[in-house]
């Protein structure tokens, strides 16, 4: 039995309705087999979300909630995730156990490559001269110079979009004929920019580049493989945004420095006023200080990190290196905050979020401190923010990414009888694989193995001495080359 698992991320049910005659291959996928709404289990961005499939659990038990981890220091030291910091094996890793080979290319966070039984070509944000696993495996699929696999180009024009599907395609392609494996991964593309134009015939068109792209690949496969083909979030198009820090600021829970002052808007005053006066009441503090261009991370009492962080962290004494909310008032801080902030309203009278959640209310894992301590989700048509504005409330076209994207699977383990919608968790991909594969499910993978559209229910079992990877206990792993190359090439999509 063989699976080969797609990523195009961003496509959405709605997508495959709307364009259906532009995707012939996705549509037939559905069709044939499985279709259903993927939920996120976590954070919307490709650091957080990917490990969420690979692993087969929520953020909690993998660690990782965004694109740098908050466990070393403040965000304006900020330290990029990477491999090292994937706390839970991968499915390539536990196969590797059991002697199976795997194909992993572009997958997020599969740096530095470590190694297993088959092949590893990293994904973002790996540096471009990440040579993956085996050494030589760039040139056995095609590509020698390495920054035109891995570095992401930004996506905004269709010719870009299909530049990337071809380099991918090609380098896919080549590693199935080249190595032998009984699971191949490929991210083939984040179509999030493009799909988030409004401009109908600019997405009519990604979408068929899209599906041109996977007919391609899937002509490689027999009709024994497994095929899934998923998207770990959706994309909706957005006109204004909400500053988190410039409501916490205004708050007096953000202290600023340098730079001019802003003004909060009047649809949001009484919002404000209401914070103003929680901050002042929770924290003895006194006036509340005016945003201004730069964040002083360590003198705040909370804050918005990054805007891919999706909610609040509380600057907590003695977890944080300058922690400055002592423990006894750290559940007043957050119970207020989850109050006030569910109450803001948006300039047209609307709830300024549709979600705003303690962090003990969504996750239960071992690495919950690595968590916002409130989770925060705006409503239709808003993003959030992390960057000081004008305004708590701006206007701001582009795009989102939203919890609910995409699975497609057919092949001849899928179980095609039941009918209805579906839905499924981005947690329940890595332990239905180990069941489409015909292998126990792993205890640590928290996902359900979705039974329900499987030709055999996998049991569980525990996989003795599977580490989440070597490079999460080598201590001469350095940092500092994915450092800069974040910096360089910003937080595009992948």
Same mark, same amino acid.
């Given at each position: 039995?063989?699976?080969?698992?797609?990523?195009?991320?961003?496509?959405?049910?709605?997508?495959?309705?709307?364009?259906?005659?532009?995707?012939?291959?996705?549509?037939?996928?559905?069709?044939?087999?499985?279709?259903?709404?993927?939920?996120?289990?976590?954070?919307?961005?490709?650091?957080?979300?990917?490990?969420?499939?690979?692993?087969?659990?929520?953020?909690?038990?993998?660690?990782?909630?965004?694109?740098?981890?908050?466990?070393?220091?403040?965000?304006?030291?900020?330290?990029?995730?990477?491999?090292?910091?994937?706390?839970?094996?991968?499915?390539?890793?536990?196969?590797?156990?059991?002697?199976?080979?795997?194909?992993?290319?572009?997958?997020?966070?599969?740096?530095?490559?470590?190694?297993?039984?088959?092949?590893?070509?990293?994904?973002?944000?790996?540096?471009?001269?990440?040579?993956?696993?085996?050494?030589?495996?760039?040139?056995?699929?095609?590509?020698?110079?390495?920054?035109?696999?891995?570095?992401?180009?930004?996506?905004?024009?269709?010719?870009?979009?299909?530049?990337?599907?071809?380099?991918?395609?090609?380098?896919?392609?080549?590693?199935?004929?080249?190595?032998?494996?009984?699971?191949?991964?490929?991210?083939?593309?984040?179509?999030?920019?493009?799909?988030?134009?409004?401009?109908?015939?600019?997405?009519?068109?990604?979408?068929?580049?899209?599906?041109?792209?996977?007919?391609?690949?899937?002509?490689?496969?027999?009709?024994?493989?497994?095929?899934?083909?998923?998207?770990?979030?959706?994309?909706?198009?957005?006109?204004?945004?909400?500053?988190?820090?410039?409501?916490?600021?205004?708050?007096?829970?953000?202290?600023?420095?340098?730079?001019?002052?802003?003004?909060?808007?009047?649809?949001?005053?009484? !919002?404000?006023?209401?914070?103003?006066? &929680? @901050?002042? =009441?929770?924290?003895?503090?006194?006036?509340?200080? %005016?945003? #201004?261009? $730069?964040?002083?991370?360590?003198?705040?009492?909370?804050?918005?990190?990054?805007?891919?962080?999706?909610?609040?962290?509380?600057?907590?004494?003695?977890?944080?290196?300058?922690?400055?909310?002592?423990?006894?008032?750290?559940?007043?801080?957050?119970?207020?905050?989850?109050?006030?902030?569910?109450?803001?309203?948006?300039?047209?009278?609307?709830?300024?979020?549709?979600?705003?959640?303690?962090?003990?209310?969504?996750?239960?894992?071992?690495?919950?401190?690595?968590?916002?301590?409130?989770?925060?989700?705006?409503?239709? !048509?808003?993003?959030?923010?992390?960057? &000081? @504005?004008? =305004?708590?409330?701006?206007?701001?076209?582009?795009? %989102?990414? #939203?919890? $609910?994207?995409?699975?497609?699977?057919?092949?001849?383990?899928?179980?095609?009888?039941?009918?209805?919608?579906?839905?499924?968790?981005?947690?329940?991909?890595?332990?239905?694989?180990?069941?489409?594969?015909?292998?126990?499910?792993?205890?640590?993978?928290?996902?359900?193995?979705?039974?329900?559209?499987?030709?055999?229910?996998?049991?569980?079992?525990?996989?003795?001495?599977?580490?989440?990877?070597?490079?999460?206990?080598?201590?001469?792993?350095?940092?500092?080359?994915?450092?800069?190359?974040?910096?360089?090439?910003?937080?595009?999509?992948?």
């Amino acid at each position: 039995m063989r699976t080969v698992i797609l990523g195009c991320c961003g496509l959405e049910r709605r997508h495959l309705e709307r364009f259906a005659d532009a995707a012939p291959t996705l549509t037939a996928l559905g069709a044939r087999g499985v279709e259903a709404t993927l939920e996120t289990d976590g954070p919307s961005c490709p650091t957080s979300a990917w490990p969420t499939l690979y692993t087969g659990t929520d953020p909690s038990h993998h660690g990782i909630f965004g694109p740098n981890d908050l466990g070393a220091g403040y965000p304006d030291e900020p330290t990029p995730v990477s491999g090292v910091h994937v706390r839970r094996p991968a499915l390539w890793e536990y196969l590797s156990s059991e002697g199976a080979r795997s194909v992993v290319m572009n997958v997020p966070l599969t740096h530095p490559a470590d190694p297993i039984d088959g092949v590893v070509v990293p994904g973002p944000p790996a540096p471009a001269d990440e040579r993956g696993y085996p050494d030589g495996v760039r040139e056995a699929v095609g590509f020698v110079s390495g920054d035109e696999y891995t570095i992401h180009p930004q996506g905004e024009t269709l010719e870009a979009h299909r530049e990337l599907l071809e380099r991918r395609r090609r380098a896919f392609a080549s590693a199935l004929d080249v190595y032998e494996w009984e699971l191949a991964v490929c991210h083939l593309s984040a179509l999030a920019p493009l799909l988030s134009t409004g401009d109908d015939e600019q997405v009519r068109a990604a979408v068929e580049a899209t599906d041109r792209t996977l007919e391609s690949i899937l002509e490689t496969v027999d009709e024994e493989t497994n095929v899934v083909c998923c998207s770990t979030h959706g994309v909706e198009r957005t006109t204004r945004e909400i500053g988190l820090n410039d409501l916490l600021a205004g708050a007096n829970y953000l202290e600023t420095r340098g730079g001019s002052a802003h003004t909060p808007s009047t649809p949001l005053a009484d !919002g404000l006023e209401r914070l103003r006066t &929680l @901050g002042r =009441r929770v924290l003895g503090r006194t006036e509340p200080s %005016r945003a #201004t261009r $730069r964040i002083d991370w360590p003198n705040s009492l909370a804050y918005c990190p990054e805007t891919d962080y999706e909610g609040i962290r509380v600057n907590l004494a003695g977890r944080d290196p300058n922690g400055q909310v002592p423990p006894s008032r750290y559940r007043a801080v957050c119970d207020d905050l989850v109050e006030t902030l569910a109450a803001l309203e948006t300039p047209t009278g609307d709830p300024a979020f549709e979600s705003v959640r303690l962090r003990e209310r969504r996750y239960g894992g071992p690495f919950l401190e690595n968590a916002p301590d409130v989770f925060v989700r705006p409503t239709a !048509g808003y993003r959030l923010s992390a960057a &000081l @504005g004008t =305004r708590p409330i701006r206007a701001a076209g582009g795009y %989102r990414r #939203t919890p $609910r994207g995409l699975f497609l699977g057919s092949g001849p383990d899928f179980d095609t009888g039941s009918e209805g919608e579906r839905r499924l968790s981005l947690a329940s991909v890595a332990p239905l694989t180990m069941g489409l594969l015909g292998r126990p499910v792993p205890s640590l993978m928290t996902g359900d193995p979705a039974a329900q559209v499987l030709e055999r229910t996998p049991e569980r079992a525990e996989y003795v001495g599977v580490a989440a990877g070597a490079a999460t206990v080598d201590p001469t792993f350095d940092d500092a080359d994915i450092t800069a190359h974040r910096r360089e090439v910003g937080s595009s999509e992948f």
